[in-house]
């Protein structure tokens, strides 16, 4: 059988793969937070017609000479580049500008000192929890009604709990206490609110923030989420309380992430070990067990989404040289298929 004709079939293959990869991408041009992805080609196994051989004194030497047998597929890529910020006026709408990754969750809650997820302080690894985690840049987010701040399929957005040195900002029932978001050291006049290292919970906005004891509840009025993370209630007196800060993610090769759908992406063997955003710091801490990182992470912005970073005028363009190298392919195994019908008819 012909070699050229298994060639072109390696060619439709290919290409037919990398249209699949096109379409993809065409078809979530509007996907919040999607990352497109680039499908690479490299040349198959050859066959040797005559070997290479060396000079001599009285000849020079002569290359190997090989038939190539077409194409395979080398890797499919993930564009990380970020999509541009869309405006929404939606409050509950955040964009990550930069680098980062949502942490989600989903099971059993406790607010208790064994529940939650807890974070390495030393390398800022994820640890132990009940808490089944995903990772997304989808800030299209919303509450359920107990206030529970989730993704648009129901999973929890994972954070840290915030501080003022005495109280913190969730209880062990769940019920969100008042931490003075404007509280500052009398001496220093700089702000004592952090947050509490070493665990995440999964945040809530409620409807009613209560004192320190778990009585005495004002009713918030509305909330704002800071480029830091930091969710700030306003109460119905004006006052302003610290209820939690959203966490990030990020991986030494983002790349390695698998999608698992639902704008939802999964550690992988190849993405490397995920590095958590370090909590909002007192401003007097002198702490040396918990080293800051969150310059390396990026800001969220309240009110926007980070829209598809899909190029159309790069993949259609990309879609005319798939379909012309697909044709020109089949036209081989056409090709083909005419000699060989030139040699039986040599038996006429």
């Not at 970020?82 to 980062?100: E, F, K, M, P, Y």
């Not at 913190?168 to 702000?191: E, H, M, Q, R, Y």
């Not at 209630?233 to 610290?242: E, K, M, P, T, Y």
């Amino acid at each position: 059988m012909l070699r050229c004709m298994y060639a072109g079939i390696s060619g439709m293959k290919v290409n037919q793969t990398k249209l699949d990869v096109i379409g993809n991408n065409i078809a979530n041009v509007g996907t919040t937070s999607f990352k497109a992805s680039s499908a690479r080609f490299k040349d198959m196994l050859y066959q040797n017609a005559g070997e290479a051989t060396s000079p001599t004194s009285t000849k020079g030497g002569t290359n190997a000479k090989q038939v190539g047998l077409g194409a395979q597929l080398a890797s499919i890529n993930k564009v990380m580049g970020q999509g541009n910020a869309l405006s929404t006026g939606r409050s509950l709408d955040v964009c990550i500008d930069g680098d980062g990754y949502l942490i989600t969750g989903s099971g059993v809650v406790d607010y208790s000192s064994n529940g939650g997820t807890t974070v390495d302080t030393t390398t800022n690894a994820l640890g132990t929890g009940d808490m089944d985690i995903l990772y997304t840049r989808d800030g299209n987010l919303t509450l359920d009604h107990e206030g529970n701040l989730l993704t648009s399929d129901g999973r929890r957005i994972m954070g840290y709990v915030m501080t003022d040195g005495t109280t913190n900002s969730i209880d062990p029932s769940g019920k969100i206490l008042f931490v003075d978001a404007d509280k500052v050291d009398p001496t220093s006049k700089k702000s004592v609110v952090s947050a509490v290292a070493g665990k995440l919970q999964p945040l809530k906005v409620p409807d009613t923030v209560y004192d320190s004891t778990g009585a005495n509840g004002k009713t918030v009025k509305t909330f704002e989420i800071g480029k830091d993370g930091v969710i700030t209630v306003i109460l119905g007196d004006g006052s302003r309380s610290a209820i939690g800060q959203m966490a990030l993610a990020n991986f030494k090769n983002p790349e390695g992430l698998t999608s698992v759908g639902g704008n939802l992406l999964q550690k992988s063997a190849n993405s490397g070990t995920e590095l958590i955003k370090t909590g909002k710091l007192d401003a007097n801490s002198t702490s040396t067990t918990t080293t800051d990182n969150s310059n390396g992470f990026g800001d969220f912005i309240q009110g926007a989404l980070e829209g598809s970073n899909v190029d159309l005028t790069e993949q259609f363009t990309d879609m005319i040289t798939a379909t012309r190298s697909f044709q020109a392919a089949s036209k081989m195994v056409t090709t083909g298929d005419e000699i060989l019908q030139t040699i039986t008819g040599l038996m006429r």
